[in-house]
Every structure is written in structure tokens, then in C-alpha cells.
């Protein structure tokens, strides 16, 4: 078996003169819970679509699990699972309906697995599609994705629509479902979310891949908030010139400021001080992307997807 699940090479697209990725090198290994991230615009989308060969690259190249896409993107399929972002589902049918036809054009499926998932997910298959909310048809969405067993699993914003016990029970059953072996793809900008689920991260600006680490890798490398309490005044100076720290402000006997990288030198200095408290809120992920796109996310004549 191969070791990656997902390689491209300079994968680029271009619609016109707009941008949709460029130059896109990314690796997802085998059994790994992988998130791509970035706001509407960025290139999720356009991603996802030349790894599933739905469109074709303006220049470089895309394997999944080990075949090139553009060349058996049939056989791909087959072995995958996919939940778009825009979900259209065939209305005047019930879920079991679609579902069984669904799993026909597959060749089959295991129909007491089907049960169990619409089981956890609260999902009743007896309703005709046009009668759910935007929450139970995403579940019919969700349900179709795994209900095959795939290797792979290619989802944008999988939790489009469901309230937060569902949002639970899904990030369980990916957990669940990687720890049997399954890789996961997920296109998302609920961060709290990825930040929960995803063993990796991949942050794409302007269509290109600024930043690829796993999520508390890139915690420590992000620019994060310090409050140092002093028992008595000390002077500015002695912290100006420490490599890391920007925002530099003390009032009194209280030290605020930015720091990025090691906080050993920042400690130092404050050591020859009597220090009463030293606070630094914990750094989600939502900081960690704030920080890539805090100089601007325009794109040179914008995106085409989300």
C-alpha cells in the first residue's frame, strides 16, 4: 500500500486571468486527519476539485493514493469518499432511497453499516429529502461519504448545518474511522473545529500554501500575547531590544507585549526583576491563521471558489 494519500507538484489553476491555486505542493500521509484552511476565495475548493479531476490543472500534477489523477480519476473515485461543500441531493427521494441508489451505482454497500451511521448521526431515512433542514440532508451527505468504507475521504465544510451534538458525534466518527486506517481530507474555516479533529493543518493564502505543520507545531511558532506583573516599576528599556517582542508597553509594574519564537530570553530579562505573575493565553488556531492573513488576503483579481 501506498505510504501517501495525497501529493501534488506545482499543482496550479487558473480561470482566465483569476487565480484559483498556484504552485501547490502538498503531501497528506496514509491514517492522517489532514485540514486545509482559508477564508472563501482562497483555493479550497479549486483543491479539491483537480484532486477528484472535476477540472484540470493550468500546469502541474496530482496523485491520490498513489495514481495520477488526471489519468485514472474512475479508479480514484471508487475508493474514495466526497462531501462538496455545495450539497445537491435528489429531492423527491427518501434518504434510503437515494442511498440504495447511491450504493448501486458502487457496486453495493453494507446496508447495516448504512443503518448504523444514520444511527449516530440521528438520521431518519424514511423522509422524502425535500421535506429535511439544511441539517439532515448534510447528515444524508455525510452518511453517503463513509457508508462504503473508503480509504480517503475528501470533505468541504463537513459540518455545514449541524448543531453542536452532531458536530460531536461527527468528530468522533472521524476519529474513530482514521484510527481504523482511513485518511481524511477536510476543507473547513470552523478552526475550533479543525483545531479538534486534524492531526495536520494546511493554511492557503491567495492560492498558495503559506504554512503546512501539525497544529501544535505551528502553535509554538505563532505570535502569541505575554503579561509580566512586576512587584515594583522596571524600565522599558531592559526588554526593548529582545529578538520576538513587538508591542512593547509598561505601565507601572505591568509588561505587555508580542512575542514570537522562544520565550527563553523575554524570561531572562524579566528574571532580574522580582516577577509577581507572568499570564499567556493559551493560542488557538484562530491566532496561529490570524497571523497569515493579518498583512491582507486580496488576491490578484480574486479567487473563483471558496
Known amino acids: 500500500m501506498e505510504k501517501v494519500a495525497i ?24 491514517g492522517e486527519v489532514f485540514g ?13 476539485r483537480l484532486l477528484l479531476d472535476l477540472i484540470r490543472p493550468t500546469r502541474g500534477k496530482a496523485e491520490v493514493l498513489g495514481m495520477d489523477a488526471r489519468v485514472r480519476g474512475v479508479e480514484i473515485r471508487k475508493r474514495l469518499g466526497y462531501l462538496p461543500g455545495d450539497l445537491a441531493l435528489y429531492d423527491n427521494l427518501t434518504g434510503e432511497e437515494l442511498l440504495r441508489y447511491l450504493a448501486g451505482l458502487r457496486g ?6 448504512v443503518r448504523y451511521l444514520a444511527e449516530r448521526l440521528q438520521c431518519d431515512l424514511t423522509l422524502r429529502i425535500k421535506s429535511l433542514s439544511r441539517g439532515n440532508k448534510q447528515k444524508i451527505g455525510i452518511v453517503q461519504a463513509f457508508m462504503h468504507r473508503p480509504e480517503l475521504l475528501i470533505m468541504d465544510e463537513p459540518t ?6 452532531m458536530q460531536h458525534e461527527f468528530h468522533r466518527l472521524v476519529r474513530e474511522t482514521s484510527e481504523a486506517g482511513a485518511t481524511f481530507f477536510i476543507s473547513s474555516h470552523n478552526l475550533p473545529e479543525v483545531e479538534r479533529m486534524c492531526d495536520r493543518v494546511g493554511i492557503i493564502r491567495e492560492g498558495r500554501l503559506v504554512a503546512v ?7 509554538r511558532k505563532a505570535l502569541r500575547r505575554l503579561e509580566i506583573h512586576f512587584a515594583s516599576p522596571v524600565p522599558p528599556g531592559d526588554f526593548a531590544a529582545i529578538p520576538g517582542v513587538k508591542d512593547l508597553r509598561v505601565e507601572d509594574r505591568t509588561l505587555t507585549c508580542s512575542l514570537t519564537g522562544s520565550v527563553d530570553a523575554l524570561i531572562k530579562a524579566a528574571a532580574r526583576f522580582e516577577v509577581l505573575n507572568v499570564v499567556s493565553p493559551e493560542v488557538g488556531l484562530e491566532e496561529i491563521f490570524m497571523h497569515y492573513y493579518r498583512e491582507g488576503s486580496g488576491g490578484e483579481g480574486g479567487g473563483a471558489d471558496a
Open 36 to 48: 486545509f484552511l482559508g477564508p472563501n476565495g482562497a483555493g479550497k475548493t479549486t483543491t479539491i
Open 108 to 113: 453495493g454497500a453494507d446496508w447495516g453499516y
Open 160 to 165: 455545514n448545518g449541524l448543531d453542536p451534538l
Open 213 to 219: 505543520d501539525e497544529v501544535e507545531a505551528l502553535k
Open 7 to 30: 501529493l501534488t507538484r506545482g499543482l496550479t489553476k487558473y480561470y482566465g486571468r483569476n487565480r484559483g491555486v498556484e504552485d501547490l505542493d502538498l503531501r497528506v500521509e496514509r
